[in-house]
C-alpha cells in the first residue's frame, strides 16, 4: 500500500490534488490510501509519526501555521525515503527550497501546467518506491507493499491458514504461504 499525505489550505485545491491521484491511482494495481490535511497543525505532526507504509508527501509551501519547508525537515529527520511533491503560487520560493537541503522530488508552481506536473511527480514519486527495499505481495490482484524496515516479523495462522505481516501497530492477513513468501 502507498499512502499520499496531502496538505493544502485551500480546501477546493486540495479536492484538485486528490482527484489527481485518484485519476492516476486507479489506474494502478496496488492500494493506496489518502490522508488530506488543510494545515501543518498538531493533528498533522502526530500523523507523521504514525508511518507503516510507504508515503508521498504533497506538500503546500504556504498554510497558515506553518511553512511546509520547515515541515519537509521534520519529516527528513525520521523519513529520508519518501517522495515530497511541493505546490505553491510564490515561484520565488525555488531558491529557497533547494538551499534548505531536503530532498524532494518535485516543486510545482499551481498556475503553470500544474495537473500535467503533478501527473509526472507522481509517476516518478511512485518509481522511486519501486526501487526502495519493499517486500510486495500480489494477492487476489490486490497488490500489498510494505517497507522491510516496517515489518517487525512474518508468522503463519495454521487456523485461517493464512500469513501474517507483523508492523508496528497492525497485522496484514495474505493468502500466500511463508515459502512462496520467502521467494518473492
Same mark, same amino acid.
Given at each position: 500500500?502507498?499512502?499520499?499525505?496531502?496538505?493544502?489550505?485551500?480546501?477546493?485545491?486540495?479536492?484538485?490534488?486528490?482527484?489527481?491521484?485518484?485519476?492516476?491511482?486507479?489506474?494502478?494495481?496496488?492500494?493506496? /490510501?489518502?490522508?488530506?490535511?488543510?494545515?501543518?497543525?498538531?493533528?498533522?505532526?502526530?500523523?507523521?509519526?504514525?508511518?507503516?507504509?510507504?508515503?508521498?508527501?504533497?506538500?503546500?509551501?504556504?498554510?497558515?501555521?506553518?511553512?511546509?519547508?520547515?515541515?519537509?525537515?521534520?519529516?527528513?529527520?525520521?523519513?529520508?525515503?519518501?517522495?515530497?511533491?511541493?505546490?505553491?503560487?510564490?515561484?520565488?520560493?525555488?531558491?529557497?527550497?533547494?538551499?534548505?537541503?531536503?530532498?524532494?522530488? /518535485?516543486?510545482?508552481?499551481?498556475?503553470?501546467?500544474?495537473?500535467?506536473?503533478?501527473?509526472?511527480?507522481?509517476?516518478?514519486?511512485?518509481?522511486?518506491?519501486?526501487?526502495?527495499?519493499?517486500?510486495?505481495?500480489?494477492?487476489?490482484?490486490?497488490?500489498?507493499?510494505?517497507?522491510?524496515?516496517?515489518?517487525?516479523?512474518?508468522?503463519?495462522?495454521?487456523?485461517?491458514?493464512?500469513?501474517?505481516?507483523?508492523?508496528?501497530?497492525?497485522?496484514? /492477513?495474505?493468502?500466500?504461504?511463508?515459502?512462496?513468501?520467502?521467494?518473492?
Amino acid at each position: 500500500m502507498v499512502e499520499f499525505i496531502i496538505c493544502d489550505d485551500d480546501k477546493r485545491f486540495l479536492e484538485k490534488v486528490v482527484n489527481v491521484v485518484n485519476k492516476i491511482m486507479l489506474k494502478k494495481d496496488f492500494e493506496y /490510501s489518502i490522508s488530506k490535511f488543510d494545515d501543518y497543525d498538531s493533528k498533522f505532526i502526530k500523523y507523521l509519526s504514525k508511518k507503516e507504509n510507504p508515503r508521498i508527501y504533497i506538500l503546500d509551501i504556504e498554510t497558515p501555521s506553518r511553512s511546509g519547508i520547515n515541515v519537509g525537515k521534520v519529516i527528513r529527520k525520521d523519513d529520508i525515503e519518501s517522495p515530497i511533491i511541493y505546490l505553491t503560487g510564490h515561484e520565488e520560493l525555488g531558491n529557497l527550497l533547494l538551499r534548505k537541503d531536503i530532498n524532494f522530488m /518535485s516543486f510545482i508552481n499551481k498556475f503553470e501546467g500544474f495537473e500535467n506536473r503533478l501527473n509526472k511527480g507522481i509517476e516518478n514519486s511512485l518509481n522511486s518506491l519501486g526501487k526502495k527495499k519493499f517486500l510486495e505481495i500480489k494477492d487476489k490482484k490486490v497488490c500489498y507493499r510494505f517497507s522491510l524496515n516496517n515489518i517487525l516479523y512474518i508468522t503463519r495462522d495454521s487456523v485461517e491458514r493464512k500469513t501474517l505481516i507483523h508492523t508496528e501497530g497492525n497485522v496484514h /492477513s495474505v493468502n500466500k504461504s511463508l515459502t512462496d513468501i520467502a521467494n518473492l
